[in-house]
């Protein structure tokens, strides 16, 4: 079938008539008014010869006269991709010869250079896309617009946008021309500009009618001709849209505050990861003396539900603050602004969950003065009972001996708890981070924030340091192997390694050591480097292109180390002097912090130990689950939840549909670059809604977080695993984890577009002495690979050249 009426197309048909004309089949079924039309088909695409005899047939059937002629790729108009404007459209085609010359340069479009970098950036396969053309009666239209059914900026789903201009739509679509911009919010709208608001009550109701339909918030094409009637040209998905919150019963607005980051993560979670995810996050609030949050999964992201919270007169007067060790400055201004809604005032239906909870608070408290004291006052001890915790944790995550049922390995894996640390562990890192946060305040106006970044910097006892500085040391003694690890692609190198032909370097006694991390390592459902070293061996190619011995990472980090001790030496004076007790107090804080500050990451490397336990079972079990038939592989079961996986083992539940389905949509929400730090329960993009900041000269403005200041070639990257840093470049990334520390080492400077002046990424960044700017919004998309860029970590700011 090479033609086809628009009339006959159907949304099971787009492999053969592509997404437009699906959707305007779809249009037509439903009783919309769209205009007349038909369609070449992939099938024609695929033989490589217009049919002409049959387009001029049913170009005569239209009446001839002028047609618009318009891509309908595969690949186009679909939930996860738009396509727009990548392929061509022609308007007002005249005559068989026009019409067979603008099909032709449809068909071209396919493989334009735009249209191949956007299937690129969007993952789709280059060999399934195929081209079918939509030919239509061309309207002449009064006022001509689009119409979003969601607000595309924001988020917001309660509110409708319109753009329209008089003529022909394509000037909205082009941007050629001055718009009218409308929002439909229920509110009346005065009769100005080229809409009546009749008109925008009627394209509301349009808007209201396809969204019912298709299920989710459309971009509408429309036209108005001279009789008023309303002509849809097209309606395809709004993509770009990130996921709403789960429903509630509660009518009142609800606030969601994004949780990975605190983690480095921004990526998506998998189904099995999010439970236990979900857990660690409930006992680091409690630990904070937050309670009665509960933990949402929104676009298999982590967000809090602190819409009590914010509605309760004590908590809200404290929840801005607690923000600012963890969550860091982006997290605090969106929930000021917050605060600030009328709708979220205290006494507006907010309610204190948790019976008893005061008790338990108590207790805490009483645990966490004892616990901090102590490690206060010998931190040595601290740390050498915090070790013991830490092997004694490694120790319990091992299996048990001697063969275990599918059975009994899902009992094990349900028993085990991931959610809880030691006494021994906890308390000393909370310790070490308020050692580290205080003195900033104690000696406002007698230290400088860089000092203060100065003295935390070259950090002993952090476990991802030590990591880091193991690595570099397995590189530097790689002799003659240095070719090979550096030219040779990183998944050859690991091949090579898994099956023993790979030259013995003293990667096995890392992987020994630190194989249960890496790179968004919290999730249960991620590899990690014992499994897959390729990561590894990226990073030590990196390594390998460190030719300065200046530059060398153990020196970089002793001269950090050097330069904080002596910053601290010049301050302690001067603070004691100017601040008789208040300076003594900061002074002897800011010595416990370096000893305590680098106890950070010791926690969850330890409970690392448990997870990768956990996997390890979980994935034995999905190869039973693949032997019965009942998984395509056994890592699929980190699709599945806890629950699901004891249907399949106990009643033989085949989930292999549901896996595919998730995985897809892991897929997408993977290449997903920006993730909303606060959400309310209409899908507004808090921050999204807050004034922006704008400099004259371009330069971009965020929190400094290591001080220091260096100018390089930009390096944006979104995989650690297979990036390529070369010594001197700026890292840019969306947020970072300590798989990602590793690049550190090479990296002159760091700019992330989250975090906490106390989060993984800074605090490393500090303890190697390099800049540090955190908390720029859009920087992986508004500083590109190349750029010359100077990083300022004391103003917080990153300029471009």
Known sequence: MRVIALSETTADMVDLVGGKAAGLGELIRRGETVPPGFCVTTEAYREGVIPQAEIVEAYQKLGGGPVAVRSSATAEDLPEASFAGQQDTVLDVTGVADLIAAIAGCWESLHSERARAYREAHAVDETTVRMAVVVQRMIDPEVAGVLFTADPLTGCRTHMLVDAAPGLGTAVVDGATAVDHYRLDGAEHPPTGCLTPARLAQLRAVGQRLQEHFGRPQDVEWAIDRDGTIWLLQSRPITTLFPLPPATDNPLPRVYLEFGHVQGMLRPVTPMGMSTLRSLIAAMLASLGVRGVDIVDIGGRLYGDLSDLARDRSARKRLVQLMAVDFGPRAQAVMAHVLADPRFAPGQGGTRRGGGAHGVALRTAVRAVVGIIRALARPEAARLRMTRAIERMRLASAAPEGPLTTAERLRLVR??????????????????????????????????????????????????????????????????????????????????????????IGLGGFLATYGHRGVAEVDLGVPRWDEDPAPVLAMIANYLRVTDPDQAPDRRFARAAETAEATLRELAPRARRRRPVRGRIAVFLLRRARSLAGLREAGKFAGLHQLRAVRRQLLLIGADLVAAGLLEQPDDIMFLTLDEVESAVHGGVDHRDTVIVRAATHRAESRRRHVPVALLSDGTDVEAVLPATVTADGTLTGVGASAGRVTGPARVVHDPGTAQVEPGDILVAATTDPGWTPLFLTAAALVTETGAIMAHGPTVAREYGIPAVICVPDATRKISTGQLVTVDGAAGTVTPH
């Open 415 to 504: 028993d085990t708890d991931t959610s809880e640390s030691p006494d021994e562990i906890v308390w000393p890192i909370v310790a070490g981070m308020l050692a580290s946060a205080l003195p900033g305040r104690l000696l406002d106006g007698v230290a400088r924030t860089d000092e203060i970044h100065t003295v935390l910097g070259g950090m002993p006892h952090n476990v991802t340091i030590e990591m880091d500085l193991a690595l570099w040391r397995l590189a530097a003694r790689a002799g003659e192997h240095r070719r090979l690890l550096r030219d040779t692609p990183p998944a050859e190198l690991a091949q090579r390694y898994r099956s023993g032909t790979l030259p013995d």
